[in-house]
């Protein structure tokens, strides 16, 4: 058609059905700049300003920084109407916490049990996949939100594939989960150091004979909020690792779901995906829509970016993209 239509000289051009570009998709925040006196209010007036312009969607967050200095700023997460929510670190069992505002706005909406949708963007090392399987962990096995953590990652490779694998289906998504293994190893590990500096802080107050009950509470909290290894959270019940491929016909009810690389997903695998989360789940998609594996897929047509573009405004819904 484009030829015939050169041939004759009419201008031309490809139909793209909901065309998305780069520098119009949704990342779920804004950034403000105002005189360093509005932080010292409980909620600046640029925030009223906003929400006359309708420039807002709901979960949206709206990052205020002061003109001079970008470390003095305050976080609001848009709630509807002219009401919004002071955004604070959140109280994790473990000592890890946010590096950045991004991760905070993303711990914000993984935390939120009134939030059962969330897609969060970046490029590589940004900590998507670790902050979900931080949130995952935190309120599966702390706050005992859900029965157990569901994993699973689109089985596409990087350049040119070695062919089948042996084993078990099991033996066989190793390989490809290795990046989730990676960040629990990380995760488990801070929760040991974490446990292991409160029990000797706990063993010098007993030795001073000071506060000898709040140090013995303080050391039963911390060994119940100790991580085990993968192997046993497995074995228990607590962690399945998954393939896509078997999703289709479930429903999966009480589960804390996320599926990584979703950046290489097709927006029907993605509506398939979304369409599994059963009673009192809440589902977790990431990935890097700059950076596809899929030779039949772009930015434009892949289905991470046209699942926010469509969720976008909807209260059980967030999206973060998160910045180096």
Request: aromatic fraction near 10%; hydrophobic fraction near 35%; proline fraction near 5%.
């Amino acid at each position: 058609a484009r030829v015939k239509a050169d041939a004759i000289g009419l201008p031309a051009e490809d139909y793209v059905k909901e065309h998305i570009s780069k520098d119009e998709f949704y990342k779920g925040w804004q950034t403000i700049e105002v005189p360093a006196i509005e932080l010292k209010r409980d909620f600046p007036s640029v925030l009223d300003k906003l929400v006359d312009e309708k420039a807002l969607n709901i979960n949206e967050f709206v990052l205020v920084v002061s003109q001079h200095n970008p470390y003095n700023y305050r976080l609001f997460r848009y709630l509807g109407g002219r009401h919004f929510r002071i955004v604070h670190e959140p109280l994790l069992k473990w000592p890890l916490k946010a590096r950045n505002p991004q991760q905070l706005m993303a711990l914000d909406l993984l935390l939120d049990n009134s939030i059962q949708f969330v897609t969060l963007f970046g490029p590589a090392g940004t900590g998507k996949t670790f902050l979900a399987l931080l949130a995952g962990l935190h309120k599966t096995l702390i706050e005992d939100e859900y029965e157990k953590i569901l994993v699973s990652r689109p089985v596409v490779p990087l350049g040119r594939d070695i062919g089948y694998l042996p084993g078990t289906v099991e033996e066989k998504l190793h390989s490809w989960m290795l990046p989730i293994y990676d960040n629990m190893e990380f995760i488990m590990h801070s929760s040991q150091m974490g446990q292991h500096f409160e029990d000797l802080d706990g063993d010098r107050s007993e030795r001073r004979g000071k506060h000898k009950k709040n140090a013995k509470h303080e050391k039963n909290r911390a060994s119940q909020g100790s991580l085990r290894s993968m192997e046993e959270l497995v074995k228990s019940g607590k962690l399945s690792m998954e393939a896509i491929t078997y999703m289709r016909g479930r429903s999966i009810p009480y589960q804390f779901i996320f599926i990584d690389e979703v950046q290489n997903l097709t927006p029907h695998e993605v509506k398939t995906l979304v369409s599994r989360v059963g009673e009192g789940s809440k589902i977790i998609l990431s990935g890097d829509p700059y950076q596809i594996d899929s030779p039949y897929l772009d930015f434009i047509s892949n289905g991470l970016v046209g699942v926010s573009e469509r969720f976008r405004g909807q209260r059980v819904f967030g999206t973060v993209y998160l910045q180096t």
